[in-house]
């Protein structure tokens, strides 16, 4: 039977999930399926054992039609009826206690009778057309779903085809997965009575794998409790000291929180805000965690301060309150309802500090926040339902699925593989924090920690990112292996080039399965290309380019530009010509080769000897320093502009046939190349030195524009050469 955990002879396992719920006892689930066999179950009233399920489902949904989960219960029950668990318990307990689990985060019904059904095609004579019949197509596709996925060995030696297709099923409706993590949840409560072996084998295939599903889910509530449950049976000298510090800080008479959440109720009383305070105690893992941060604990820690509101507004409203009224720890504040995390969650976190040096952090958030928070997908209702407005034509459309769970649907369509698909999902599950980086159009990314620009640039715009060529990160320039930080502005450069390509380099940069699958898929598409030009970090140079020799293909069909060197230059500027009038009679002008000033710069003059003004850009270094050796200014005007030659520099990322684009763009706007010098590539970038004459100086402003515009040149600017000291 696919539910074969029994009652355990050690409660221990079970103290986590009961100290996270004080407040309510756990049900005699035993007692209940007795009941459930001796007693009657007539047509036309709900049997008393699902009572607690109605209860419960009644509080999220006054108005739910209750007779499609009367008719799955006797179903079950009778399906199930002389099967136990290995307990001793009858079978229908475990079903009961699943759909119970769902029903206090406010799943709704169709779930709910999915849920008392989800083992019956599998464990009994019933079959997938019957449950068609008898509930209809929705339910009959998620007990289908939930039966294909209790199939999988989530272990490290699945087989990897057969949990992609689980998977995805699962993943294309998420009710499936909210079946199998309760399912999994009461497992794990009543693991007890197992071979050890067995124990810590379930605990960490849970610990792998749908522990980080819940996470990415939303459902706050079953994966902190796996976690614990989790925690108890990988762990269990840990568990038991995190379990004695738990019990020391309950047993102080004291409690630092609760004289933290009076003020707090003070403070928003007397601002008018309405809001609820409550006391969040931590759950096992979370203390485990704190005192290995902090060391020892104080009473602050077991727990934190929920406020909860009912608009959105009034959360900032309480902020701005505490933070006025009591003294806040500003690094510890983070908002996630401006920007909710991957899985829906949305809250604001600060920190007061109390007058004994103790910190509280604080959670605000509204009543409906707290409810996605806790339950995730599940709290969505009924994503698939069509609006009122639309008739049902029979597709399966969420538009409230999580950003995740749709990029695992992409994810397992663009694989070049199985085993890629695999091996990126498990590395993406192991990614357990998140970071938010912005566009400058203010819309936001998700990432998980640690991810570069290269991961944005998938994230942002899928396999269209093989043509970027860069990124400014918070207005700087920066390399596509760039690791982002949280709440960077990130900039992606994109080149208009249908020939960009990917290099093999970003796989060492990449850490989201978007962008190491597209990547993959790419080089795999392309081995030629790939080995050849190593993509569009490099241009396929190694050492000081060979202008004419190593980029002879490059240039392809563009323009061929006057002959370039066969090895690089350096090029000193020198005297040229260009019509400069300096207010000094009988002087002869030099301009400068630090600055390289041509019309229509803005430009200033000192006098060296030997007759000569020398005219330099009035923002050159060298102006500076002869001006605070007592030097005094000539002034320097323009004549009329003719002729000059000028240096400027071009900053690009790499890519094929960017000489020839740049050389084409120099020649279209018809100044001569005298001599370039083009740098070997580093960190992806190159840096080209062209020394050029113009037929018209006031052309350079142009000239400019157009070498800027040629995709994958980030920057062009005059050569600033170092200034010689002048006398």
């Known amino acids: 039977m696919s539910a074969e955990a029994t009652n355990p002879a050690d409660p221990a396992p079970a103290t986590p999930g009961a100290h996270r719920r004080k407040s309510r006892a756990r049900l005699d689930l035993r007692r209940l399926g007795r009941a459930a066999l001796l007693g009657p179950a007539t047509r036309d009233r709900l049997p008393d054992a699902i009572g607690h399920v109605v209860e419960a489902h009644r509080a999220h949904h006054p108005d739910a039609d209750l007779e499609p989960l009367r008719r799955a219960y006797v179903l079950a029950e009778s399906s199930h009826r002389g099967q136990m668990r290995k307990s001793g318990e009858p079978y229908i307990t475990h079903p009961l206690a699943v759909t119970l689990i769902l029903a206090e985060l406010g799943a709704e019904t169709t779930t709910l009778t999915a849920s008392l059904l989800h083992d019956t095609v599998e464990d009994t004579d019933v079959t997938l057309e019957q449950v068609r019949e008898e509930f209809g197509e929705e339910v009959r596709y998620l007990v289908d779903g939930v039966t294909k996925l209790e199939k999988v060995d989530y272990g490290a030696a699945a087989e990897p085809e057969t949990f992609r297709k689980m998977l995805v099923a699962a993943g294309n409706d998420v009710r499936v997965m909210s079946i199998k993590l309760a399912d999994r949840l009461h497992n794990m409560r009543t693991l007890g009575v197992m071979r050890r072996e067995k124990q810590e084998r379930i605990a960490r295939v849970t610990r792998d794998v749908l522990i980080p599903l819940a996470e990415r889910l939303g459902v706050q509530a079953l994966k902190t409790e796996l976690e614990d449950l989790v925690f108890a049976v990988l762990h269990p000298e840990e568990y038991e000291h995190t379990r004695e510090l738990i019990a020391e800080n309950a047993a102080h008479g004291d409690d630092p929180l609760a004289e933290t959440a009076d003020q707090v109720r003070t403070v928003l009383r007397e601002a008018g805000i309405p809001a609820e305070v409550l006391i969040r105690p931590r759950h096992f893992v979370s203390v485990h965690r704190v005192s290995r941060k902090r060391g020892r604990l104080r009473g602050a820690d077991f727990g934190r301060l929920l406020v909860l509101v009912n608009e959105d507004a009034d959360c900032y409203a309480v902020l701005g309150e505490l933070h006025t009224c009591m003294t806040p720890v500003v690094s510890e504040f983070k908002d996630f309802i401006a920007v909710p995390k991957f899985n829906l969650y949305q809250s604001l976190h ?71 698909f695999w091996s990126s999902l498990r590395e993406d599950l192991a990614q357990d924090r998140e970071i938010t980086v912005f566009r400058p159009d203010g819309g936001a990314l998700g990432l998980p920690e640690g991810a570069s620009c290269v991961d944005a640039a998938y994230a942002q715009y899928g396999e269209d990112a093989h043509a970027c060529i860069g990124a400014r990160v918070n207005g700087r320039l920066a390399t596509l292996s760039t690791v982002l930080k949280d709440g960077d502005t990130v900039q992606l450069l994109m080149g208009q080039d249908p020939a960009s390509e990917p290099s093999r380099e970003w796989l060492e940069h990449a850490h989201t399965p978007a962008a190491r699958i597209a990547i993959q898929r790419w080089l795999a598409a392309h081995p030629v290309s790939a080995e050849t030009f190593g993509g569009a970090s490099a241009p396929g140079v190694r050492g000081p380019l060979d202008v004419v020799g190593a980029h002879a293909t490059g240039l392809g069909t563009a323009a061929r530009p006057p002959a370039l060197p066969a090895r690089p230059t350096t090029d000193a500027p020198g005297v040229r010509d260009a019509n400069a ?29 030997g007759g000569v003004v020398t005219v330099h850009r009035v923002e050159c270094a060298g102006v500076e320093r002869m001006k605070s050796d007592g030097r005094e200014e000539v002034g320097v005007r323009w004549g009329d502009t003719t002729e000059c030659r000028v240096t400027l520099v071009a900053e690009s990322f790499g890519r094929p046939h960017l000489l020839a684009d740049l050389t084409e763009a120099i020649a279209l706007e018809g100044a001569a190349i005298v001599s ?52």
Not at 383 to 404: F, L, N
Not at 689 to 706: E, I, N
């Open 350 to 420: 600060t920190a007061v500090t109390r007058e004994d040096g103790e910190v509280a952090e604080v959670l605000i958030r509204t009543h409906q926040m707290h409810k996605v928070a806790e339950a995730g997908v599940i709290a969505l209702g009924n994503p698939y339902a069509p609006a009122s407005d639309d008739p049902a034509d029979g597709e399966r459309a969420d538009p409230t699925r999580p950003g995740w769970l749709s990029r695992l649907l992409q994810w397992q369509q663009a694989a070049p593989d199985t085993d890629t």
């Open 581 to 609: 009038v300096v207010d000094l009679p009988g002087a002869s002008v030099r301009l400068a080769g630090c600055c390289t000033p041509v019309p229509p710069d803005e430009v200033t003059g000192f006098a060296v000897r």
């Open 676 to 727: 370039a010098t083009v740098e070997p590539p580093s960190q992806q970038r190159v840096r080209h030195t062209y020394t050029l004459q113009l037929p018209d100086a006031s052309h350079l402003p142009s000239l400019m524009r157009a070498m800027r515009n040629v995709p994958g040149v980030y920057d062009v600017s005059r050569a600033q050469h170092p200034a010689t000291t002048v006398h």
